[in-house]
């Protein structure tokens, strides 16, 4: 039996306008009383019935999106073809951030509950609804977001095996040689994909070439400490492949501090092409990826589970990404050791 506001309000010992009250964030709750109300609705997984659902159409017209993070031009990028489908259907959006933690990605799914439509989820937590536990209701119409495989649910993800590899391959044929790799985090489907295409290019395409792998977390900061590590090597890299483009700037950073010339002295490369990548010197080299449209097309996938409810989660889906070639990577000359 569904959990209701009166079980909530007999748990927390309050009347169900004061439950009402605390949930739709009126100030005029005491903080205790709200905590105490928001506590007792997280555990009974209370999912309330917003006014804004209408009787006719059972439809709030708002769909949901939880994401790791809010920082930074690939979500802004991601948001702003999300919200373009969204206005173009007069949809509304509720945003929730979780910031890489299992447990705020729990709450942020059970706060979505009854007040959206749908889900776009991205997450390096799950690979399909089953790794959602309670906390995804199981009717409510989902689509993953850079999140794996899934038989349960549609799945989008950024061809990110296929990228690292022509990356890798680029630098490769630019005759680099020690090519060093800057990766993501380690609990992150697109990390691991990228890091996977560079160890698998890397082995089949240069004999004897090692891995050189330098741990990062897609921030400007990791990006930056690792161009330090990899400066202070007995031997330096020829070239640098970095996960992200935010990454990659970073390293840039660092090597511009040190005197260190890109791409005279070592070779730079990116992935996403954020728009910043084209306006640094030099301009990054990079592996294009759509972002606006990533979010778009999710959208666009979710709103045909809306028209075609019974039909089966249609296979995944991967977007396909391109060589951008600037002076990052300049080819190496033929008499460099």
Request: hydrophobic fraction near 40%; glycine fraction near 8%; aromatic fraction near 6%.
């Amino acid at each position: 039996m569904s959990v209701t506001i009166k079980d909530v309000a007999r748990e927390a010992n309050v009347s169900v306008a004061t439950v009402s009250r605390a949930l739709n964030g009126h100030e005029n709750v005491a903080v205790d009383v709200r905590k105490r109300v928001l506590e007792v609705a997280d555990r009974l997984r209370y999912s309330p019935h917003h006014a804004a659902r209408s009787l006719s159409s059972r439809r709030t017209q708002t769909i949901g999106v939880v994401l790791p993070d809010l920082y930074g031009e690939f979500f802004s990028e991601l948001m702003r073809g999300i919200d373009a489908v969204a206005r173009t259907h007069g949809l509304h959006l509720l945003i929730s951030s979780y910031h890489g933690n299992p447990e705020e990605q729990g709450a942020a799914l059970r706060a979505m509950r009854g007040r959206v439509d749908g889900l776009l989820l991205m997450s390096p937590f799950v690979a399909g609804r089953e790794g959602l536990g309670d906390d995804l209701s199981p009717v409510m119409p989902t689509v993953l977001l850079n999140s794996g495989r899934s038989d349960e649910l549609p799945a989008l993800n950024v061809d990110s095996y296929a990228g690292a590899r022509a990356m890798t391959r680029h630098l490769l044929d630019a005759g680099h040689r020690r090519i060093a790799f800057i990766s993501g985090p380690d609990d992150n489907f697109d990390a691991h994909e990228r890091l996977r295409g560079y160890r698998d290019e890397l082995a089949e395409g240069a004999v004897g070439a090692q891995p050189w792998i330098v741990p990062g977390d897609f921030e400007e900061a990791s990006g930056h400490a690792a161009g330090g590590r990899l400066l202070a090597a007995d031997a330096r890299p020829d070239a640098v492949f970095a996960a992200n483009d935010m990454m990659a700037l970073g390293c840039l950073f660092a090597f511009n501090q040190a005197g260190v010339r890109v791409p005279a002295d070592i070779a730079l490369a990116g992935f996403d092409d954020i728009p910043l990548s084209r306006y640094v010197h030099p301009g990054l080299t990079t592996m294009r990826v759509d972002i606006a449209e990533l979010g778009g097309r999710a959208l666009r996938t979710l709103l045909e589970r809306f028209a075609h409810p019974d039909d089966p989660p249609p296979p995944d889906a991967r977007l396909p990404v391109a060589l951008v070639v600037r002076e990052s990577s300049r080819a190496r000359p033929p008499d460099a050791t």
